[in-house]
């Protein structure tokens, strides 16, 4: 069975950092895009950000760039994604997803077969 699990969400104040991690087990990883979503309280969930397989390619969604920082060990089987300069508006359960295998780029939630638990990222002002 297939699992994605998150850790490393908490509560931080406003310009802080936080570092995401999405351990993947059942399934080949090294195979698959990989992304981060996020979703506030009655909001639709919306891509923060994704990378390849090979980590060739990333994408961050506009309100990110520049401070997020999206990583992948595939030897290890685990995403990461690096948050500084954290703003409330950052404040959103953050779920880790993998892509089906071979999977074509695009960091939109219909792109991708697995998902994780969640985590929760609160920043306060």
């Known amino acids: 069975q297939v699992q994605l699990v998150e850790s490393g969400g908490g509560s931080v104040q406003s310009g802080g950092s936080l570092r995401l991690s999405c351990a993947a087990s059942?399934?080949?990883?090294?195979?698959?895009?990989m992304g981060w979503f996020h979703q506030a309280p009655g909001k639709e969930r919306e891509g923060v950000s994704c990378?390849?397989?090979?980590?060739?390619?990333?994408y961050y969604g506009n309100s990110v760039k520049g401070r997020f920082t999206i990583s992948r060990d595939n030897a290890k089987n685990t995403l990461y994604l690096e948050m500084n300069s954290l703003k409330p508006e950052d404040t959103a359960m953050y779920y880790c997803?993998?892509?089906?295998?071979?999977?074509?780029?695009?960091?939109?939630?219909?792109?991708?077969?697995?998902w994780g638990q969640g985590t929760q990222v609160t920043v306060s002002s």
């Open positions: 059942e399934l080949t990883f090294g195979d698959r895009i």
């Open positions: 990378i390849t397989s090979n980590s060739d390619t990333t």
């Open positions: 997803a993998a892509s089906p295998k071979y999977g074509e780029f695009g960091c939109l939630p219909e792109n991708f077969d697995f």
